[in-house]
């Protein structure tokens, strides 16, 4: 079956560390992959997007590598700072059906002074 | 804020009730939709409206029924519901609908936090 995994255990960091937050999938072969960060009661809103024949993308203090070999992404965010803490959820191209954008049900980032 | 806005922000109604969602974006796009989102589960698409016509259409119960009357608004009108249904109710927008030279963006209103007693 088709599954995207993200780590549904908090991951609390100091500030000043990188954060990496993990997004696995199974069973697709996603022509993209998108980060959105969400706050509580809020919508996700965009932050980057990696194409399949990209490893690496980079903006400001974010990265995100793609590794269609692995079936993984990784967002990193360097220099955290408490601003930071929010729940970060992956979507990936399912390229066909009904929800074409999928998305992992997120991971919560905590960044502690 | 990323131009697309839903009122109410929430909503508290009963069994018998019929409320409406209203989502309004200001970004030019071309495709909205509808997503719920439940607690400890990935984002479901409800409905998607490209040019003010209605796409596709998930198994989506008819007590939940789209309305998309120009490419700016979009409602959601809500009847009868179940307390299952309690949820935050997203609105989003991209400039097309996913394709071959579209990547699909998603921009997110800050959703309405549905509570069926």
């Known amino acids: 079956s088709q599954k995207i995994e993200q780590n549904s255990e908090a991951l609390n960091i100091q500030e000043g560390k990188t954060a990496t937050l993990t997004c696995n999938y199974t069973n697709y072969s996603p022509a993209y992959l998108q980060w959105y960060r969400q706050d509580p009661g809020r919508g996700p809103v965009f932050l980057l997007l990696i194409r399949e024949n990209e490893k690496e993308k980079r903006k400001e203090r974010l990265k995100v590598t793609f590794d269609t070999t692995l079936k993984q992404s990784l967002f990193h965010i360097t220099a955290s700072q408490p601003a930071d803490s929010a729940t970060y959820l992956c979507a990936l191209d399912r390229g066909t059906g009904f929800q074409k954008l999928v998305f992992g049900t997120g991971t919560r980032l905590l960044v502690s002074p | 804020e990323t131009g697309v806005t839903q009122t109410p922000r929430h909503l508290v109604m009963g069994m018998t009730n019929k409320k409406s969602l209203k989502c309004e974006q200001h970004?030019?796009?071309?495709?909205m939709y509808w997503y719920k989102q439940s607690a400890k589960k990935p984002l479901e698409l409800m409905f998607v409206y490209s040019l003010e016509e209605r796409v596709e259409n998930n198994s989506v119960p008819s007590r939940f029924s789209p309305e998309c009357p120009n490419s700016s608004h979009l409602f959601l009108h809500l009847h009868t519901l179940q307390p299952e249904d309690s949820a935050l109710y997203l609105c989003?927008?991209?400039?097309?609908?996913?394709?071959?030279?579209?990547?699909?963006?998603?921009?997110f209103g800050p959703g309405t936090r549905l509570t069926v007693l």
């Open positions: 989003a927008s991209s400039q097309n609908l996913p394709g071959l030279a579209s990547t699909d963006t998603q921009y």
């Open positions: 970004l030019g796009h071309n495709a």
